[in-house]
């Protein structure tokens, strides 16, 4: 073991690692297939590759990575009709989670959603897809902490994270051109904005699948 590696498998370093290459996965960094660089990690956060090995494991029970003998660990590739599946899943989720918000969400929270909204409008006036990606992604973030339902919210962001890899770049190559007939977040702003809860649910079950498959 090389100096200044750590000799024992710390839980909070090994989550450190998880939520690292979480984190990776998500923004889509990490492409189907790609192997996760174990070496790499060690350098990063100088430690063995036990607390990696570790996080890896939790990482393949959650899903997020594949076991494949003398291979290591990879990001998995999947299937249309699974990724499909996770895609309408992930709409019905989403389209709870607004439901739940127009119910529970506090006049500052509706502030900071049309706040969020109007930044969403600015970065598609501009045809900046970067731009429109992260204020759509804040807006998203804003529902999700308005429903006050974490257990939702985690299996909202774990579908996300599974599907990043297949969404993530044309997400951000497609998301300014198509904002002004997106359904989401102008729409789904109207719909929490009276407290409709059953359109709201049509509204962002209707948006995730456009910008999820998009």
Known sequence: MQPGRSPVASPTL?????????ESLASGLLQPGQPI?????SERFEVSRT?????ILQLAAQGFVV???RSGASVP?????????LLELLGELEGAAAKFAAKRMRPAEKKAL???????????????????RDANDHFHDLIYAACRNETLVDQIRALR?????????????????????????RRCCAAIRPRRRRRCWSTSRSAAATSRSS
Do not use: F, K, V
């Not at 660089?37 to 990690?41: N, S």
């Not at 590739?77 to 599946?85: H, K």
């Not at 049309?114 to 429109?132: G, T």
């Not at 969404?167 to 904002?179: L, Q």
């Open 51 to 55: 607390p990696i090995r570790e996080a």
């Open 67 to 69: 076991m494949e003998p």
């Open 114 to 132: 049309e706040e969020a909204l109007a930044a969403c409008a600015e970065a598609s006036a501009r045809d900046d897809a970067l731009a429109y």
């Open 14 to 22: 090994a989550e450190s690692i998880r939520l690292s290459i979480i």
């Open 161 to 185: 994270t599974r599907c990043a890899a297949y969404t993530a770049n044309r997400r951000a190559a497609c998301s300014a051109r198509r904002a002004s007939t997106r359904p989401s977040p």
């Open 77 to 85: 590739r999947l299937s249309i009709q699974l990724l499909r599946e």
């Open 37 to 41: 660089d174990e070496r790499g990690l």
